[in-house]
C-alpha cells in the first residue's frame, strides 16, 4: 500500500502535510514521523492521569487517497490491549470515520483513543503498561497486519455541505487578546484572538488591530476564522495569507483540527531578514494553539468531546470567499 502514495491527487496530498504539521505543533514530541516519504507516522497517546500513566501508540499509514475517499490504515500497539477492548476501540475509530467521511480524521482518533485510556484508568482495572520507542513496530510489521484492519472500502462520502444564509450584522465590537510573542532567527510571531460570531465583527476586529502601528507594520498578518451557524448546523470561514503563501489554509486547518468554533486568530510575523523555510508555518501554528489554549478554546471542546463520547457529528463546513 505505501506505493500508491506517489498515484494521490495533489490536493489530498496538500491536506496530508498541512494536517501532519498541525498534529505535530499539537503533540509535539509524542508525535513522530517514522517514514515521511512512505506517509507512516506514529503517536505515543497517554491517560494523562498523575498516576503510572496508561500508555498505547497509534501507528498510521496515510493512503494516497486519505482523506478524499479513503481511511487512514492504522495499528494499536498496547500490551493490555485485547480481545473485546480492542475490538470496542477499533469500532469506534470505525465509527468515527463513518461520521467524517471525506474530512482530516486522525485529531478524532487520537483523542478518541486518549478518552478510552482516561475511561479504563478510571475503571480500576488498568495494568501499567509502558510503550517506549523500542516498541514502534516497523513499516513492515504494519504492512504484514493490514489485512486485520477494519474493512472501510464499502462506506459511503458525505453529502456536500450545503449553503446557508448570512449573518445579521453585529455591531458589538469584540474583545482582543494578545499572546506572547516568539522570535526565531531574528523573525518575530505573535498571536492575537477575538471571539466573533458574525463576518461584521470579524471585519471589525482587524480593524481594530491595524489601528495599532506595531501589528500594521508586520511584515505579514495571517488570520482565518470559523463562526458556527447553528440553524445550518454549518460553519462560515476564512482565511488570509497576507503575503505568507499557504500560511492562511494551514492556520484555518489548524482550528478544523481543533474543532474550534466562533473565533479568530491572527498571527502577525515581523521578518528579520534571514529565511526560515518550513518552520515559519510551525511558528505560526505553535503561537495559534498556545492562545487557543490559553483563552480555553481547546479545553471546552475536548470536555464536550468527552460528554458525547466522541460520537456526535461535526458540523459541515462552507468555506466563504
Not at 516568539?182 to 505573535?190: M, P
Not at 482565511?239 to 500560511?247: L, M, R, V
Amino acid at each position: 500500500m505505501a506505493d500508491d502514495t506517489n498515484q494521490g491527487s495533489e490536493e489530498d496530498l496538500q491536506t496530508q502535510i498541512e494536517e501532519v504539521e498541525a498534529l505535530s505543533s499539537i503533540y509535539g514530541d509524542e508525535w513522530c514521523v517514522i517514514d515521511e516519504a512512505s506517509r507512516i507516522f506514529c503517536i505515543k497517546i497517554s491517560d494523562d492521569i498523575e498516576r503510572p500513566k496508561l500508555t498505547a501508540c497509534l501507528q498510521i499509514i496515510l493512503p494516497a487517497d486519505y482523506p478524499s475517499t479513503a481511511p487512514p490504515i492504522y495499528q494499536i500497539n498496547a500490551a493490555w490491549l485485547r480481545g473485546a477492548e480492542r475490538a470496542k476501540l477499533a469500532n469506534s475509530l470505525e465509527d468515527l470515520y463513518v461520521q467524517h467521511t471525506g474530512e482530516s480524521i486522525l485529531y478524532l482518533w487520537v483523542e478518541n483513543v486518549r478518552e478510552f485510556l482516561v475511561e479504563k484508568s478510571q475503571s480500576g482495572d488498568a495494568e501499567d503498561h509502558q510503550v517506549d520507542n523500542a516498541n514502534i513496530p516497523t513499516e513492515e510489521q504494519v504492512m504484514e497486519d493490514a489485512d486485520d484492519l477494519p474493512d472501510f472500502s464499502t462506506l459511503k462520502l458525505t453529502e456536500n455541505a450545503h449553503l446557508f444564509m448570512d449573518h445579521l450584522d453585529d455591531d458589538e465590537m469584540p474583545a482582543i487578546k494578545h499572546g506572547n510573542a516568539i522570535t526565531d532567527r531574528r523573525s518575530t510571531f505573535q498571536p492575537h484572538l477575538t471571539p466573533v460570531v458574525t463576518p461584521r465583527q470579524v471585519k471589525m476586529a482587524l480593524e481594530k488591530l491595524y489601528e495599532n502601528k506595531k501589528i500594521a507594520s508586520a511584515t505579514h498578518n495571517i488570520y482565518a476564522y470559523r463562526i458556527y451557524c447553528e440553524d445550518k448546523n454549518s460553519f462560515l470561514q476564512d482565511c488570509e495569507d497576507d503575503g505568507e503563501t499557504a500560511a492562511g489554509g494551514r492556520l484555518l486547518h489548524l482550528l478544523q483540527i481543533l474543532d474550534v468554533r466562533n473565533v479568530m486568530v491572527v498571527v502577525s510575523r515581523w521578518y528579520g531578514g534571514i529565511l526560515l523555510g518550513p518552520d515559519r508555518f510551525k511558528h505560526i501554528n505553535n503561537c495559534a494553539r498556545t492562545i487557543l489554549q490559553e483563552e480555553g478554546y481547546i479545553g471546552s471542546m475536548l470536555d464536550e468531546a468527552a460528554k458525547s463520547g466522541g460520537k456526535s457529528k461535526r458540523p459541515k463546513n462552507k468555506k466563504i470567499k
